[in-house]
């Protein structure tokens, strides 16, 4: 029988939980390096193991990924009641069935007809962005992914029911969001009145969710949104989703969906506002292959620099810094055992700054996705969307959605950050207090000499 591993001890009654909501990115890059790749950690009564080496992350993810299930953190009654048996949260046959519904509207070419749909609502977005402004660069990106998110799920426009959606869902996403992943496995079990806000306007947006199905149903059209490629998917036996069904997925493809993508573009924003080198070759590459003209789907082969810049920002701060699995058999890992009931975690925030695998692991430095270097990466050193049968079904649309933004924002505008931008690791990697930037009209440039060198200091 092999040994349990080794890790902090913690207090008597709390474990690590008062270290890890301290701070919590601090606390598990620590752990690697006092304990080693695999660390057993108590949270209460609640086992966790953090897995660092890639190794072992394909392992929990893929090859052994029968003994797990998804982390306790993802059962909660609050988190269910949003998003209940949709495909982030379901398990088994019932999942497998869910996911073989909903991959074709993710298909490579379906996804690729909302490039335009992408590109029009980021023009639209900046049309009234003006040179000098000071913007909320997180709060912007957000804004634009979740009106992508409700056109391409409903269809819908701004202003319409599915706005209202929007609003609400981000609304009630906050409350949740600002707890520490792993406080999930204490809290939400007392009636609080936030609590209570909480499920009457879940309720308010099932009845919205509950009529748009009703309405599609009744009227049959295709109106080439996700909703309607999931109303139509059919099973090999002939069935379809139910209303119940097909809401949960509506509401976990929303939540799921556009935070993340904004996260990744802000991050994007942020780098190369503080990388002047970077910037440059970005902006060479737009310059080049667009020549001023919006970008399109087609360009996206051609815009390699741009794709390395998205890359790069998400393995230094990739928007799901964590996974979790809870093992539903005793299993091994790196050679420890695992009993069952263990939350297991990997987590992209350490292994994608691990010396091991890369070079210079802090800097931002796009071209290492060029130059072959990390060709000879092992598979999970770099998993900004997981990996195995759970992998993120929308990474496509998500890398399509990143690079045309960040080609349609970037040719017409860059920012300027002052300072520091502080991380948050809530559900999400977030900037604590929005990314505050200063636009600068790339026609309003100063001259290419001084772009990106007096440039910090001219805020
Ligand atoms: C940069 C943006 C994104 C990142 C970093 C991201 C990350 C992830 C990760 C890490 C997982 C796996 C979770 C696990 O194994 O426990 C996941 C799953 C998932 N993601 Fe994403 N995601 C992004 C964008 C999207 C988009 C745009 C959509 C949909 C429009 C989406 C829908 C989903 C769904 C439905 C799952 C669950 C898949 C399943 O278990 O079958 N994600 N995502």
Known sequence: MSALPPGPKGSLIMGVMREFNRDTLGFITRCQRDYGDVVRSRFLY??????????????????????????QSLRS?????????????????????????AQPAFHRQRISSYGDIMVEYAQRAIANWRDGDQRDVARDMNRLTLEIVVKTLFNSDVS??????????????????????????????????????????????????????????????????LLSMLLQAQDED???????????????????????????????????????????????????????????VSDLPQLKFTEMIAKEAMRLYPPAYAIGREAIEETEIG?????????LFAFQWVTHRDGRFFEKPDEFVPERWANGATQTLPKYAYFPFGGGPRQCIGNYFAMMEVVLLL?????????????????????????????????????????????????????
Do not use: C
């Open 335 to 343: 050679g420890f055992r695992v009993p069952k009931g263990t939350q």
């Open 407 to 459: 080609a349609t924002i970037g040719q017409r505008f860059k920012f300027a950050v002052a300072g520091e931008v502080e991380v948050l690791p809530v559900l999400s990697l977030r900037p604590k207090n929005g990314i505050k930037a200063k636009l600068f009209e790339r026609a309003h440039d100063p001259s290419p000499l001084l772009n990106g060198q007096g440039f910090g200091s001219s805020l």
């Open 46 to 71: 609640v086992t966790a193991y953090f897995i660092y080496n890639p190794a072992d992350i394909e392992s929990m993810l893929t090859t052994n990924a029968k003994s797990f299930r998804k982390a």
């Open 160 to 225: 319409s029911d599915a706005d209202r959606v929007g609003a609400m869902l981000s609304q009630i996403a906050r409350p949740f969001a600002s707890q520490a992943t792993l406080k999930w496995i204490a809290d939400n079990r007392l009636p609080t009145p936030g609590h209570y806000r909480y499920f009457n306007a879940v309720r308010e947006i099932d009845n919205v969710v509950f009529r748009m199905i009703a309405e599609r149903r009744a009227s049959g059209t295709d109106e080439g949104d």
């Open 77 to 101: 009654p609050f988190f269910h009641r949003l998003v209940g048996n949709g495909l982030v949260t379901s398990e088994g046959d019932f999942w497998r069935r869910q996911r073989r519904l």
């Open 238 to 296: 002939g069935s379809q989703m139910s209303d119940a069904q097909l809401r949960d997925e509506v509401m976990t493809l929303f939540l799921a969906g556009h935070e993340t993508t904004a996260l990744a573009l802000s991050w994007s924003w942020y780098l190369l506002a503080k990388s002047p080198e970077a910037e440059r070759s970005f902006h060479a590459e737009l310059d080049q292959v667009l020549g001023g003209r919006a970008p399109q």
